[in-house]
């Protein structure tokens, strides 16, 4: 099994543009999920998916959009592109439910804005 | 945005020493995992809990859920090398979501 598969893995953008970011996974997972990394801050939830069409914010959402068209997708864009989106990003999914059985994350996109 | 606290922030420990690090909060969670993340890569779930005071383990690697729900605890036992790596407490109190915490990074020294 592929797991959690995020493309692409490196980008350099310049300020102003814009990009999305795809995260596809094959376990048949219901939630889906967008985290940045930093240093020193760990995981911050950007947007997340419960279901096919719905997203909702996470924790820092703003400068970003994301889609779930199809179930097994889960794309995060960037409309203008600032330095401070610089980082780590991670898509993450999981089944959901109750009783958590935690998240399957992809190898992440390491994203500089110049 | 909840806070995790783990501590501590890094480690430095010579091969074969045991480890041990935590992971507390000011609120309750139903749900305790860890994870590892190694070096360009994204985070593996080491060991999952559901139940306070729980003890599981995974090998060398042992964690509880803390009685009081607000903390969590990993060991690990007789270090080796490619333990190192970054591990992160995650967190869930009936929502969709985990809150992660800001991780313990491990050097291993042979």
């Known amino acids: 099994n592929a797991g959690v598969t995020q493309t692409p893995k490196f980008r350099v953008l310049k300020t102003g543009q814009s990009m999305t970011l795809l995260c596809a996974q094959d376990m048949n997972h219901e939630y889906m999920y967008w985290y940045r990394q930093d240093p020193g801050m760990g995981l911050r939830l950007i947007h997340y998916s419960v279901g096919e069409g719905t997203t909702a914010k996470g924790e820092v959402p703003d400068g970003y959009n994301v889609s779930r068209l199809k179930k097994q997708n889960f794309l995060l864009g960037l409309e203008s592109a600032a330095p401070s989106q610089t980082s780590v990003y991670f898509c993450a999914s999981s089944y959901g439910g109750i009783e958590q059985r935690g998240y399957t994350f992809g190898s992440g996109t390491r994203l500089t804005v110049v | 945005g909840q806070q995790l606290n783990q501590s501590p922030q890094s480690m430095f420990i010579q091969e074969g020493e045991d480890v041990s690090m935590n992971c507390t909060s000011s609120s309750i969670f139903n749900t305790w995992l860890w994870y590892k993340q190694d070096p360009g890569e994204g985070p593996v779930l080491l060991i999952a809990?559901?139940?306070?005071?729980e003890l599981t383990s995974n090998g060398r690697l042992t964690a509880q859920f803390g009685i009081t729900r607000k903390d969590s605890f990993l060991n690990i036992s007789a270090s080796i090398p490619s333990d190192v790596g970054i591990y992160f407490c995650?967190?869930?109190?009936?929502?969709?979501?985990?809150?992660f915490g800001t991780g313990t990074s491990l050097t291993v020294i042979p």
């Open positions: 995650a967190g869930q109190r009936g929502s969709n979501q985990f809150y």
């Open positions: 809990l559901y139940k306070a005071g």
